[in-house]
């Protein structure tokens, strides 16, 4: 099983409609969870990170987190085109963070 | 203030000859990382640095990979006798962390050096 595991997309989402990205994870011990998002020729950019169970809403943004289930998310409301972009669940193992390969999103006009 | 700066933004060499690619940390963060990624691939890991020390250089791929830091800030990565397959763009982020699980871990990456291989 892959450390950090999202699916590749691409992801093709009416624009206005809400984005939802899935990351599941496999080390029960980790605890610190963020999402990056990566346009085409750009660096990461960090938009979330996520401690605890549950939700973290940071405008159009909202991460969500289940332990439990080693599953965490992130809702992009109202999409706009701009928000086209490759989506990078990442995930710390000990002080190493672990990237998945990435969600490519495509908002349509 | 200011972010990760790294540098060149690119480099294009000959195969076999050897190359430096630097990262200027943000100031104050302890931890240095460096990944790569190929085109259309995800980040792959290379070396990861709290301080000078390097307590994890899992990820780099071959002896001709090495990395240095000195005085906990600038960090430098070579590349000796490169080779086609290492063409990439290598990038470096940095973060305040100091321990796992917390707000210290989240990484902010430089704009990346774009390696081409000839």
């Known amino acids: 099983q892959k450390e950090v595991e999202q699916n590749s997309g691409p992801l093709s989402v009416p624009e206005g409609a809400i984005a939802s990205l899935n990351c599941t994870y496999s080390?029960?011990?980790?605890?610190?969870f963020f999402w990056y998002r990566q346009y085409s020729g750009k660096s990461p950019e960090l938009i979330m990170s996520?401690?605890?169970?549950g939700d973290k809403e940071d405008g159009r943004f909202t991460a969500q987190l289940n332990k439990a289930s080693q599953y965490v998310s992130l809702l992009i409301r109202d999409s706009q085109p701009s928000d086209s972009a490759t989506y990078l669940c990442?995930?710390?193992?000990?002080?190493?963070?672990?990237f998945g390969k990435g969600t490519r999103l495509h908002i349509l006009p | 203030g200011a972010g990760v700066s790294q540098s060149p933004s690119n480099k294009v060499t000959e195969k076999g000859k050897d190359v430096e690619l630097r990262c200027d940390p943000i100031?104050?963060?302890?931890?240095l990382y460096w990944y790569r990624q190929s085109l259309g691939q995800g980040l792959e890991f290379l070396i990861y640095f709290q301080g000078n020390s390097a307590p994890d250089k899992s990820g780099l791929p071959s002896d001709r990979f090495s990395a240095e830091r000195t005085g906990g800030s600038v960090s430098t990565l070579t590349i000796q006798r490169t080779q086609q397959e290492d063409s990439a763009v290598y990038l470096c982020?940095?973060?305040?962390?100091?321990?796992?699980?917390?707000?210290?871990?989240?990484?902010?990456f430089g704009p990346g050096t774009r390696l081409t291989v000839l």
């Open positions: 080390d029960r011990g980790s605890q610190s």
């Open positions: 990442a995930v710390n193992r000990d002080d190493k963070i672990i």
């Open positions: 100031s104050g963060h302890t931890a």
């Open positions: 996520i401690y605890s169970n």
């Open positions: 982020a940095s973060s305040s962390a100091r321990f796992s699980g917390g707000r210290d871990n989240e990484q902010f």
